[in-house]
């Protein structure tokens, strides 16, 4: 393990720290980092690995993308976002007038057309920022280096990147605006679906135009904002307009086909069965037993996904349970975590000895409850 800020480091074949995002910026901010980083979350409403690729310069942000942009990429998503028309001359311009075609470069040869602004420029980015970040700031992160990724992408005369605060506190204000949207859209994530025979019924080529590129029932707003370059907020507003005229409605988790990972507790004690399902409750499907003898019962009825397993159990304790179910082959690989109030080396070497892949004593925080999860489902 290797320290990063108040963090701990993953050692598998990369280096990756996992901490939920708003604290993830705040460390990076600290320690002024400047490379790009791999971030992604798992989205429980949908099942996905979401995975951005996030550029710092000096502590600030400078770019979010599922990859990182080219500078004509990058050029061709500030007309997008900037509504710039023109943006294929200032292109043609940018290069004709930089030797080596790096992003900052780029952006300078532009800003010295002043046809855009670094005020304009960093707006933009702020907004697109604000959009994708938006998608993983409920989630804890896994966050991995990528050393060989170089990027000189900054903003302004002075060289800076985005203030993290500034995009957190964005995120922050728009929560409220999307509570007033549900619950006709339960969330960005959720997916709107055609109601049959909805296009018969417009006459509107660009709407008709719209629905059928992308409303497919597989994206998500989230999806469809960000293939669009536009605000996901905004788009939602649409929607709903959309919705109260009868073209379209919405995948929830309840009747949609995808289905959440399940987790079994097992522990006696209802205090600690209460805590864990609301710990999980969002992301995972948690059913409970008491016993050993009651968890080899839902082994048998459910696709567990991963066991949570108190050691102190009536009966058969959680060093036994784990030691039998290793050795019943549809159990075997089942990750196991241990839940217990005993932090001794000896109980910990009695875990690792009975098959159980994580220990970690009670209480447990959240945060590092999910992250540990994370790593095995």
């Known amino acids: 393990m290797q320290a990063f800020g108040d963090s701990t480091y993953c050692s598998t074949q990369t280096l990756a720290v996992i901490l939920p995002l708003p604290q993830l910026l705040q460390s990076l901010k600290v320690q002024r980092f400047t490379g790009v980083l791999k971030v992604a979350a798992n989205i429980p409403e949908t099942q996905r690995h979401l995975v951005y690729r996030v550029g710092f310069y000096e502590g600030g942000l400078t770019f979010a993308a599922s990859r990182l942009p080219s500078p004509d990429e990058l050029l061709h998503l500030l007309g997008k976002v900037l509504k710039v028309g023109f943006m294929d001359t200032l292109m043609q311009y940018a290069h004709s007038r930089t030797a080596e075609a790096s992003h900052r470069g780029v952006l300078e040869a532009v800003v010295n057309t002043r046809a855009l602004s670094w005020e304009d420029i960093e707006s933009a980015m702020t907004e697109r920022l604000t959009v994708l970040l938006e998608r993983l700031a409920p989630y804890t992160c896994t ?68 629905l059928k590129t992308w409303v497919t029932g597989e994206r998500t707003i989230a999806d469809i904002a960000e293939g669009l370059y536009k605000d996901s907020l905004a788009l939602a507003s649409l929607y709903v307009h959309w919705v109260n005229n009868g073209l379209l409605g919405f995948v929830t ?17 209802p205090i600690v ?22 968890a080899l019962s839902l082994l048998n009825n459910r696709n567990v996904s991963l066991i949570l397993l108190d050691v102190t159990m009536p009966e058969i304790d959680g060093f036994e349970f784990c030691r039998t179910i290793r050795k019943i082959e549809k159990f075997k690989e ?40 994370e790593k095995f489902i």
Do not use: F
Not at 253 to 269: A, E, R
Not at 345 to 350: G, S, V
């Open 273 to 294: 069965q209460a805590m864990i399902r609301r710990a999980l409750g969002d992301r995972y499907e948690v059913i409970s037993a008491t016993s050993a003898i009651d």
């Open 143 to 210: 966050a991995e280096p990528q050393p060989d990724t170089v990027c000189d992408l900054c903003y302004g005369d002075d060289g800076h990147g985005i203030d993290p605060d500034r995009i957190l506190e964005r995120i922050e204000s728009r929560k409220a605006l999307w509570e007033q949207l549900y619950p006709t859209i339960p969330s960005l994530e959720a997916i709107p679906r055609l109601h049959a025979g909805a296009l018969d019924t417009i006459h509107h080529k660009d709407t008709v135009q719209h």
């Open 334 to 373: 089942i990750p196991v975590i241990m839940l217990t109030a005993k932090d001794g080396l000896i109980d910990r070497a009695k875990g690792h000895m009975a098959g159980t892949n994580a220990y970690l004593t009670k209480p447990v925080d959240r945060e590092i409850l999910l992250s540990t999860i």
């Open 253 to 269: 988790t309840g009747d949609s086909p995808i289905q959440l990972p399940v987790v079994l507790t097992v522990d006696d004690s």
